[in-house]
């Protein structure tokens, strides 16, 4: 995407300041939830419109009244009555986004935030710093042009704190004395030092081309030649460090000079050495010392370069004319106007006072009377009559003459000297404020460039970030139409699959209805057969009865069996002839199937089983079938139920856990008569465990789950958001008391364990009255120690907990889980203890050692603070995916020390609105899924680690599951 320019900040200077600005609570109350979606499609589209534009303050601000006004709509009855309406009308992804980009807003306006202040600040102390050196300046410059030209007098052979120069004088004491150790910085071109150079003291060479601004100490030193090197380090054992060059005193010691450059290294940059004195300039350079010292130098017939500060001097010299008097006619003189001589031949305090005060324009006047101009006269050169005589008082009145013009002339030249430093003190001033003025704009435009690389570097970073966000966005949707491609194939197979199985189920039945007819028709075809066979006896023997009948005809009747007897007749069958009939009846009865017969007292019994719970078909899971794999089927979201969503995937990926529920342990321990949940939580659990792991279903809804969940703590009962870390804490309460043998059994005997230590006993004592698989995963044993501030009484108590609530610094962005877990053990200070030694309320300090660690570590980054509003801290976490605890036990040679990570709960966004997620290490296949409510997908080892990591689950390497093999 191209880059956008962000805009400068400039509604607030911190993310409080923008709090103001969204809080809309109070006019959307009221509102109708169809009214509120059409205002937070506008905030929307403002909100995206601000973030194109690059104002990033605004942008933030819409987006945060965009979610609250979402929130209120989702809190609103009429969202609970036209909940998937209004998910249309909201848009399925827009919510997640804009949380998305709020994310990173708040975090890209705190890291401007923080740079704006300090910039601010910055730039304050340097305008304060600013100002106290021009005021020092301008006061040292009053100094200079107020104290005399002499050499100041030494204090305890130091010069005074206020000094900026030394005299050759004062050094050459000091250089004799021996008490001082002085380090001498030459600033001059290495040539000129080479050619000649100072033979006392420490004197090392630092070339004027490498003092350049903005260089500090350490950078200065690099350059350095080889041989000053030695001494340059050594100068914090300095008891003075004095300056020179060819030329510089006090007066022309300004900034943009080179000594001044080297002396504001040596005093701002150079923070690793504290000088004992601020460091000096040789007053005059080293003109001035070879002047004064040549023999202390190793070549004193060195020519200096020429001065360019003398120029003005040489200039204001060059207009002075000189009269030429051997020239001059000769005057008449005038004895009688000849003034009184002195007794010393000198002039008068009077004639010299007079001298002093005399003007310019007076100087001028005298000047231009008493030497006229000769050119009129050099045309009309008269030889004048010479008076032999009158030489001595002519040569006495041109003497006099000459020393009063010569005082006039020095008179003038003071007067004049004084005009020019008075100019040259008003141009310093003005070339000082140019350079402050330049100074400031340099600093100004090298702070904004500054900051506008470190904002193109920002942007640079977000637009990356961005793009790698849009590629794996894109990527995701790729993985997702890929596997939704292969989940559609592997329906279709599964469904060609199911109707061959039913194809070939019907085809079997087909044949086993043919082969159960065949047997029929066989068996009706073999009992006809018998049939005929019996009837074909039967007639045979009555054919045979027929002729024994037609045979003895006329000799006797005999009656057959169903005949009625003669009423007169009383004879009998004679036995001699066989009854027809009684066989008759007798090959009827051998045909007949005999009735079986059943004895009761051998009938098995049947073994009771035990009802297992379906959970598909006994729970309101609505469902929705596609076989993704044991264990990673989604959880639909009930409004605002991805915290506890998140949890109970975490819940799901707990090996021992899953088998416990899937295998049926958990039902020999169901306690029903304990006096929180009887039972129905663990049920209830048990069963959403057992679906997910079912390899049924593509998602389900734990309805029933959240239902008994808000029969027993009405906080979960309605669809606001919840923290899922106190939703952890009160749901492993809840299966420890269901799953509790302990609770239903008479308290175990009290045994002796005077033996034991303290943390042994109470140890002891806890697990005793808690049995449970909860206890044994989760439960681990901490030592709490409360020493006295006064007197430094410790009280200690052993406590279990199930989850590690770790504290996050205040003063970074970033941090490692081994600093949280060593600020959770640091102490912190509590007041209002009743202290047992001193009878009376004291402050103390509490502290926490880990004892005993559990098979399951939960630890919880606690991000949630409250500081007169509840805020998250955005810090990012760094945690390892093998986390050794052997450095944090009180006891050395525990059990468990060792853990692999196996399960995230991600929070994203802030208090007023956030959503859930989950990522967790399938146990069966080895691979991290990311749970996002009812989306499951397989994510990348590098994808697992975020800012947003809210609870960490770690497994102990050490803890073995009973039952599993592997």
């Given at each position: 995407?191209?880059?956008?320019?962000?805009?400068?900040?400039?509604?607030?200077?911190?993310?409080?300041d923008l709090k103001v600005l969204y809080n809309v609570d109070e006019f959307i109350k009221g509102k109708k939830a169809t009214m509120l979606c059409n205002s937070a499609d506008k905030l929307l589209e403002t909100a995206k419109k601000c973030r194109r534009s690059g104002d990033e303050e605004l942008s933030y601000v819409q987006y945060m009244k965009y979610l609250t006004v979402v929130t209120v709509i989702q809190k609103s009855h009429e969202y609970q009555k036209e909940k998937d309406y209004l998910n249309n009308l909201l848009g399925s992804q827009n919510v997640k986004t804009a949380l998305d980009i709020t994310e990173k807003l708040a975090i890209s306006l705190e890291q401007r935030y923080k740079l704006l202040n300090e910039q601010q600040k910055i730039e304050a102390e340097q305008l304060v710093e600013e100002e106290r050196e021009a005021m020092e300046e301008l006061k040292r410059k009053q100094v200079n042009l107020e104290k005399p030209t002499e050499d100041t007098s030494l204090v305890n052979g130091m010069p005074g704190a206020n000094d900026v120069s030394i005299s050759s004088r004062q050094l050459y004491s000091l250089l004799n004395e021996k008490k001082m150790n002085i380090l001498i910085l030459d600033s001059r071109p290495a040539t000129c030092y080479a050619e000649s150079r100072?033979?006392?003291?420490?004197?090392?060479?630092?070339?004027?081309?490498?003092?350049?601004?903005?260089?500090?100490?350490?950078?200065?030193?690099?350059?350095?030649?080889?041989?000053?090197?030695?001494?340059?380090?050594?100068?914090?054992?300095?008891?003075?460090?004095?300056?020179?060059?060819?030329?510089?005193?006090?007066?022309?010691?300004?900034?943009?000079?080179?000594?001044?450059?080297?002396?504001?290294?040596?005093?701002?940059?150079?923070?690793?050495?504290?000088?004992?004195?601020?460091?000096?300039?040789?007053?005059?350079?080293?003109?001035?010392?070879?002047?004064?010292?040549?023999?202390?130098?190793?070549?004193?017939?060195?020519?200096?370069?020429?001065?360019?500060?003398?120029?003005?001097?040489?200039?204001?010299?060059?207009?002075?004319?000189?009269?030429?008097?051997?020239?001059?006619?000769?005057?008449?003189?005038?004895?009688?106007?000849?003034?009184?001589?002195?007794?010393?031949?000198?002039?008068?305090?009077?004639?010299?006072?007079?001298?002093?005060?005399?003007?310019?324009?007076?100087?001028?006047?005298?000047?231009?009377?008493?030497?006229?101009?000769?050119?009129?006269?050099?045309?009309?050169?008269?030889?004048?009559?010479?008076?032999?005589?009158?030489?001595?008082?002519?040569?006495?009145?041109?003497?006099?003459?000459?020393?009063?013009?010569?005082?006039?002339?020095?008179?003038?030249?003071?007067?004049?000297?004084?005009?020019?430093?008075?100019?040259?003190?008003?141009?310093?001033?003005?070339?000082?404020?140019?350079?402050?003025?330049?100074?400031?704009?340099?600093?100004?435009?090298?702070?904004?460039?500054?900051?506008?690389?470190?904002?193109?570097?920002?942007?640079?970073?977000?637009?990356?970030?961005?793009?790698?966000?849009?590629?794996?966005?894109?990527?995701?949707?790729?993985?997702?139409?890929?596997?939704?491609?292969?989940?559609?194939?592997?329906?279709?197979?599964?469904?060609?699959?199911?109707?061959?199985?039913?194809?070939?189920?019907?085809?079997?039945?087909?044949?086993?209805?043919?082969?159960?007819?065949?047997?029929?028709?066989?068996?009706?075809?073999?009992?006809?057969?018998?049939?005929?066979?019996?009837?074909?006896?039967?007639?045979?023997?009555?054919?045979?009865?027929?002729?024994?009948?037609?045979?003895?005809?006329?000799?006797?009747?005999?009656?057959?069996?169903?005949?009625?007897?003669?009423?007169?007749?009383?004879?009998?069958?004679?036995?001699?002839?066989?009854?027809?009939?009684?066989?008759?009846?007798?090959?009827?009865?051998?045909?007949?199937?005999?009735?079986?017969?059943?004895?009761?007292?051998?009938?098995?019994?049947?073994?009771?089983?035990?009802?297992?719970?379906?959970?598909?078909?006994?729970?309101?899971?609505?469902?929705?079938?596609?076989?993704?794999?044991?264990?990673?089927?989604?959880?639909?979201?009930?409004?605002?139920?991805?915290?506890?969503?998140?949890?109970?995937?975490?819940?799901?990926?707990?090996?021992?856990?899953?088998?416990?529920?899937?295998?049926?342990?958990?039902?020999?321990?169901?306690?029903?008569?304990?006096?929180?949940?009887?039972?129905?939580?663990?049920?209830?659990?048990?069963?959403?465990?057992?679906?997910?792991?079912?390899?049924?279903?593509?998602?389900?809804?734990?309805?029933?789950?959240?239902?008994?969940?808000?029969?027993?703590?009405?906080?979960?009962?309605?669809?606001?958001?919840?923290?899922?870390?106190?939703?952890?804490?009160?749901?492993?309460?809840?299966?420890?008391?269901?799953?509790?043998?302990?609770?239903?059994?008479?308290?175990?005997?009290?045994?002796?364990?005077?033996?034991?230590?303290?943390?042994?006993?109470?140890?002891?004592?806890?697990?005793?009255?808690?049995?449970?698989?909860?206890?044994?995963?989760?439960?681990?044993?901490?030592?709490?120690?409360?020493?006295?501030?006064?007197?430094?009484?410790?009280?200690?108590?052993?406590?279990?907990?199930?989850?590690?609530?770790?504290?996050?610094?205040?003063?970074?962005?970033?941090?490692?889980?081994?600093?949280?877990?060593?600020?959770?053990?640091?102490?912190?200070?509590?007041?209002?203890?009743?202290?047992?030694?001193?009878?009376?309320?004291?402050?103390?300090?509490?502290?926490?050692?880990?004892?005993?660690?559990?098979?399951?570590?939960?630890?919880?980054?606690?991000?949630?603070?409250?500081?007169?509003?509840?805020?998250?801290?955005?810090?990012?976490?760094?945690?390892?995916?093998?986390?050794?605890?052997?450095?944090?036990?009180?006891?050395?040679?525990?059990?468990?020390?060792?853990?692999?990570?196996?399960?995230?709960?991600?929070?994203?966004?802030?208090?007023?609105?956030?959503?859930?997620?989950?990522?967790?290490?399938?146990?069966?296949?080895?691979?991290?899924?990311?749970?996002?409510?009812?989306?499951?997908?397989?994510?990348?080892?590098?994808?697992?680690?975020?800012?947003?990591?809210?609870?960490?689950?770690?497994?102990?390497?050490?803890?073995?599951?009973?039952?599993?093999?592997?």
């Open positions: 995407m191209p880059e956008t320019k962000l805009k400068p900040l400039y509604i607030g200077k911190s993310i409080s100072m033979t006392v003291g420490n004197c090392i060479n630092v070339p004027e081309k490498i003092v350049e601004a903005g260089r500090s100490a350490a950078a200065l030193e690099k350059s350095l030649p080889p041989e000053s090197k030695l001494a340059w380090g050594k100068r914090k054992d300095a008891d003075l460090v004095v300056l020179l060059d060819w030329f510089t005193t006090e007066k022309s010691h300004q900034p943009g000079t080179n000594l001044y450059t080297l002396k504001s290294i040596l005093i701002k940059w150079d923070p690793d050495i504290i000088y004992k004195s601020a460091p000096l300039i040789l007053e005059g350079g080293y003109e001035e010392w070879l002047l004064k010292y040549p023999m202390l130098t190793t070549n004193s017939q060195v020519k200096p370069p020429h001065n360019p500060g003398l120029s003005e001097m040489d200039d204001l010299l060059d207009d002075v004319e000189y009269p030429n008097l051997m020239d001059a006619s000769q005057p008449v003189i005038d004895r009688a106007s000849k003034p009184p001589s002195c007794a010393s031949g000198s002039l008068t305090a009077d004639s010299m006072n007079s001298v002093q005060v005399v003007t310019q324009d007076s100087v001028s006047e005298v000047h231009s009377k008493v030497f006229s101009s000769s050119s009129d006269r050099t045309s009309s050169i008269v030889r004048p009559s010479v008076d032999r005589g009158s030489k001595a008082a002519a040569l006495q009145t041109y003497k006099e003459r000459s020393e009063a013009v010569t005082e006039l002339l020095r008179a003038k030249g003071l007067a004049i000297k004084s005009q020019v430093m008075e100019e040259s003190k008003l141009e310093a001033d003005k070339e000082w404020e140019v350079l402050r003025i330049s100074k400031e704009k340099e600093a100004e435009e090298e702070r904004t460039k500054l900051l506008q690389n470190r904002e193109e570097e920002l942007l640079l970073s977000i637009s990356k970030l961005e793009e790698n966000l849009q590629a794996e966005e894109i990527e995701k949707q790729l993985l997702k139409d890929k596997l939704e491609h292969s989940k559609q194939l592997e329906e279709a197979a599964e469904k060609a699959q199911s109707q061959k199985k039913e194809a070939e189920a019907k085809e079997e039945d087909v044949k086993q209805l043919v082969k159960e007819q065949e047997g029929r028709k066989a068996s009706e075809e073999r009992q006809r057969m018998k049939d005929a066979e019996q009837t074909k006896k039967l007639e045979e023997e009555k054919q045979k009865e027929r002729e024994s009948q037609e045979h003895e005809k006329g000799t006797y009747y005999t009656q057959l069996k169903n005949d009625e007897p003669s009423r007169s007749g009383i004879m009998k069958r004679s036995h001699s002839s066989p009854n027809i009939a009684q066989l008759v009846e007798d090959l009827d009865v051998g045909v007949k199937h005999k009735p079986p017969q059943f004895d009761r007292k051998i009938k098995p019994l049947q073994k009771p089983q035990p009802s297992e719970i379906n959970a598909a078909r006994q729970r309101d899971f609505s469902a929705v079938y596609g076989n993704k794999g044991h264990g990673i089927t989604g959880l639909k979201n009930l409004g605002n139920t991805c915290y506890m969503n998140s949890i109970i995937q975490c819940i799901n990926n707990t090996t021992p856990l899953v088998r416990y529920f899937c295998l049926g342990d958990y039902h020999e321990d169901v306690n029903h008569h304990n006096n929180s949940t009887q039972g129905e939580v663990a049920e209830e659990v048990a069963a959403v465990v057992r679906a997910l792991w079912s390899g049924e279903f593509r998602s389900i809804t734990c309805r029933d789950l959240k239902r008994v969940v808000g029969q027993h703590r009405k906080q979960f009962q309605g669809y606001e958001q919840q923290d899922s870390h106190e939703f952890f804490t009160i749901l492993m309460d809840w299966l420890h008391e269901d799953l509790n043998k302990r609770s239903r059994k008479s308290p175990l005997k009290e045994t002796s364990n005077d033996n034991l230590s303290p943390a042994d006993q109470a140890w002891d004592k806890f697990r005793r009255c808690n049995v449970s698989l909860i206890r044994n995963l989760f439960y681990g044993q901490q030592k709490s120690t409360v020493r006295c501030c006064k007197c430094s009484e410790e009280s200690e108590t052993y406590e279990a907990f199930s989850d590690l609530s770790l504290p996050l610094p205040s003063s970074s962005n970033k941090c490692s889980l081994n600093e949280c877990i060593k600020l959770y053990l640091y102490g912190e200070k509590i007041s209002g203890w009743n202290c047992p030694s001193c009878k009376e309320k004291r402050d103390a300090i509490k502290k926490f050692d880990i004892q005993k660690l559990p098979p399951i570590l939960v630890i919880h980054l606690n991000r949630f603070y409250h500081d007169g509003w509840w805020r998250k801290r955005q810090t990012y976490v760094d945690f390892p995916f093998h986390l050794d605890m052997s450095q944090f036990t009180l006891v050395p040679g525990q059990r468990y020390v060792s853990y692999d990570l196996y399960g995230i709960s991600n929070h994203y966004g802030t208090m007023e609105g956030g959503h859930y997620t989950a990522y967790c290490k399938n146990a069966e296949y080895g691979k991290w899924y990311k749970f996002d409510d009812h989306e499951v997908s397989e994510i990348s080892n590098n994808s697992v680690r975020s800012g947003a990591a809210y609870i960490l689950f770690y497994s102990s390497v050490e803890y073995k599951v009973p039952g599993n093999s592997s």
